[in-house]
């Protein structure tokens, strides 16, 4: 498959038309919130198509990618929305309206499986083995053809990905169980911002 990669500096040009359901994902510098920057956001019509904003890590202003993280109307697919809505509230200020995750929705599905990355759903449901090997690198500099790849292999697929998770949930009527989880994220993340990371929940 043949994928339109643009690379954008700082924010998304004005005007530009995704549709109303794009899937999204962030590059940072480490998983430390409050330490490692946030590089990269990454959004996909779901048309072969990836939108890569390397942000302005001084300043941090994308008003045209705020306002459409922002718009309720408009789904976003997220996989492990959890540590990509932390990082995109401390960094850009944005509580992430209208979120799906596919992680959630594998764990919650997929329960004939351990393995809920990304990598092991693109190969069940698109049957592609995509490559990891540039998870670790570097995203804070110039970026090569094979990184930029990577971060398009991240969002082109989700779209399927979320499709036939849905299937399954529906299918194992556990959808209401999904969207329950849905509604507790954005505490979640509230709680991850806190430094609250163990399961409040356990005894």
């Not at 998983?31 to 302005?56: E, M, P, T, Y």
């Not at 993280?69 to 401390?90: G, M, T, V």
Request: glycine fraction near 6%; include cysteine; charge should be neutral.
């Amino acid at each position: 498959m043949e994928i339109n990669i643009k690379l954008h500096s700082e924010d998304l040009p004005d005007n530009l038309d995704l549709g109303n359901t794009i899937s999204c994902d962030g590059e940072f510098g480490g998983l430390q919130v409050f330490r490692d920057k946030l590089h990269l956001i990454q959004i996909s019509s779901g048309k072969s198509d990836a939108h890569i904003i390397q942000l302005n890590r001084e300043t941090y202003k994308a008003p045209n990618l705020v306002k459409l993280l922002k718009e309720k109307k408009i789904k976003k697919i997220f996989h492990f929305a959890r540590s990509d809505l932390a990082f995109i509230k401390h960094y850009l200020g944005v509580e992430v309206e209208n979120v799906e995750c596919t992680k959630i929705m594998s764990k919650l599905g997929r329960s004939y499986s351990d393995r809920h990355g990304l990598k092991e759903l693109i190969k069940e449901f698109i049957g592609i083995d995509v490559s990891k090997q540039y998870q670790s690198s570097d995203f804070g500099g110039e970026l090569t053809p094979a990184q930029l790849k990577y971060c398009a292999n991240d969002v082109i697929y989700l779209h399927k990905i979320y499709d036939e998770l849905n299937k399954i949930l529906i299918r194992e009527k556990r959808k209401t169980l999904y969207e329950d989880c849905l509604k507790f994220l954005k505490t979640r993340v509230d709680l991850d911002l806190a430094s609250f990371k163990d399961d409040i929940w356990s005894h």
